[in-house]
């Protein structure tokens, strides 16, 4: 099984440009979620998805949308990308939103020059 | 916003010694999970607690919860370099159980 995956791998954009990141999974997942990880910040939540066709706020939902057309995929777009952006994003999926963990994909590393 | 404090924030030991890493918070968990990310990967789980008082082991790795559930901590035996890595404690917290909130982390590095 794949898990998780995310696309690109790693992404250089300039300031004002716009770009979605894609996460995949293939478990039938039915909550997935984006994060975002800054060193010595942890890991915060952006959105969050807890089932096809609906989307909810995380902790730092600014200058972020999101959308799940399908189960198995949940797209994190950025209109117009600012320095502030710069960061490594996270793409998880579980099973449900109780004691169960969290597959994680390897991650998008994105510089917002 | 809720916290999970976690400490230190960076470990560095010898091969072979012991080590033990904190997650704290002044709320409630409903449960807490630990995780362990690698460079350039994702975090992956190690385990999950939700009972207070609860004690799990994963070979040489010990997790307690705290009896009040609002805290948890991750004991080491002799440790190995593949050891090596962020170490992620996150919680559900009573009344927002659908989302996962992370600590900063402890990063530890063993050396040979």
């Known amino acids: 099984n794949a898990g998780v995956t995310q696309t690109p791998k790693f992404r250089v954009l300039k300031t004002g440009q716009s770009m979605t990141l894609l996460c995949a999974q293939d478990?039938?997942?039915?909550?997935m979620y984006w994060y975002r990880q800054d060193p010595g910040m942890g890991l915060r939540l952006i959105h969050y998805s807890v089932g096809e066709g609906t989307t909810a706020k995380g902790e730092v939902p600014d200058g972020y949308n999101v959308s799940r057309l399908k189960k198995q995929n949940f797209l994190l777009g950025l209109e117009s990308a600012a320095p502030s952006q710069t960061s490594v994003y996270f793409c998880a999926s579980s099973y449900d939103s109780l004691n169960y963990g969290y597959t994680f994909g390897s991650g998008t590393r994105l510089t917002v020059v | 916003t809720q916290l999970l404090e976690q400490s230190p924030q960076f470990l560095s030991i010898q091969e072979g010694e012991n080590l033990t890493v904190y997650c704290n918070s002044s709320?409630?968990?409903?449960?807490l999970q630990w995780y362990r990310q690698e460079p350039g990967e994702g975090p992956v789980l190690l385990v999950t607690v939700v009972t207070g008082g609860e004690v799990k082991k994963l070979k040489r790795l010990t997790f307690q919860f705290g009896d009040a559930r609002k805290d948890s901590s991750l004991h080491i035996t002799a440790a190995q370099t593949g050891d090596t890595g962020l170490y992620l404690c996150?919680?559900?917290?009573?009344?927002?159980?659908?989302?996962?909130?992370f600590g900063s982390g402890t990063q530890l590095t063993v050396l040979p």
């Open positions: 709320s409630v968990f409903s449960s």
């Open positions: 996150a919680g559900r917290f009573s009344g927002s159980a659908r989302q996962l909130t």
């Open positions: 478990m039938n997942h039915e909550y």
